[in-house]
């Protein structure tokens, strides 16, 4: 398991080392290990970080979330319930974000600039970073962008490379948010369906978490697999479908072109 001292602890979770220190301070993180005078958190501190701030943006205040640990740790073992935080928070994906200066980013969709054209200026001024960073694609940290996913950037970019203007690009990419988004809750409901979870009153009395993190763990790679396997069937068909009319014209003018006929 990894660790992590408290500044990076606080930068994988998205938050600052003042919260990290008042979720201590209120009983709802539990305390590092202690290597001489510094801390070390892990991987399941990470995970109740992320579980307080999930509860924190649907209006819970810290003390009714502090209520609610107690309440669930209760009846169950702790490596039980950080077992399932972990499982429920930690990313699907292992791709590891990458870190790219506003040159880099422009440059990578707009080749013609130069060095020259970013001094001094921020990102405002380029309406497509300000569009990237509302569909998730790219994250400003102050001096420089995150990008969580670089295999979603570089499809972006060979996509432009291929003549595909960025607001078409956009659009797309809108779209298929709110369709994966779709997905996603169809495979949260047959998980919550499978582990027997529609009744909240019953959770703090569970005996088996580990189970419950162990089909959520399976459901994962089965989930991205089924889509996978699926949208390649769609494509087909719809390239297929779209294409076919298409290419049977293409061959009928080709056979008689119009000079021919004449």
């Known amino acids: ?54 509860l924190q943006e649907r209006g819970f205040t810290l003390a009714s979330i502090g209520e609610m640990i107690s309440a669930w740790e209760s009846g169950h073992d702790l490596s039980d319930v950080l077992g399932v935080e972990k499982v429920m928070t930690e990313p699907w994906s292992g791709e590891e974000p990458a870190y790219l200066s506003i040159a880099e980013v422009v440059t990578a969709f707009v080749p013609d600039l130069g060095e020259a054209d970013f001094a001094g ?6 309406p497509m970073l300000s569009r990237a960073e509302q569909l998730g694609f790219l994250r400003w940290s102050g001096d420089r962008f995150e990008v969580p996913s670089p295999t979603l950037f570089q499809v972006g970019v060979d996509l432009h490379a291929s003549g595909v203007p960025l607001s078409v ?3 797309i990419a809108e779209h298929l948010r709110r369709d994966c988004d779709t997905i996603a ?29 162990q089909l959520i763990q399976r459901l994962r790679p089965l989930g991205v697999l089924a889509v996978q396997g699926m949208l390649a069937q769609a494509l087909h068909a719809r390239i297929q479908s779209a294409f076919s009319d298409r290419i049977e014209d293409i061959v009928r003018f080709r056979a008689n072109p119009p000079a021919a006929q004449s």
């Open 185 to 213: 809750e169809r495979f949260v409901e047959l998980a919550v369906e499978q582990a027997d979870l529609q009744d909240p009153a019953t959770l703090s009395g569970r005996s088996d978490l580990p189970e419950v993190g």
């Open 121 to 126: 200026r921020s990102p405002d001024v380029f």
């Open 1 to 54: 398991m990894d660790s992590y001292r408290i500044d990076e602890l606080a930068r994988l979770a998205e938050t600052t080392v003042r919260n990290v220190r008042a979720f201590q301070e209120r009983g709802l993180l539990p305390p590092p290990t202690m290597r001489g005078r510094t801390g070390y958190y892990d991987d399941s501190h990470l995970a109740r970080i992320r579980v307080i701030g999930n």
């Open 169 to 171: 690009i956009f659009t």
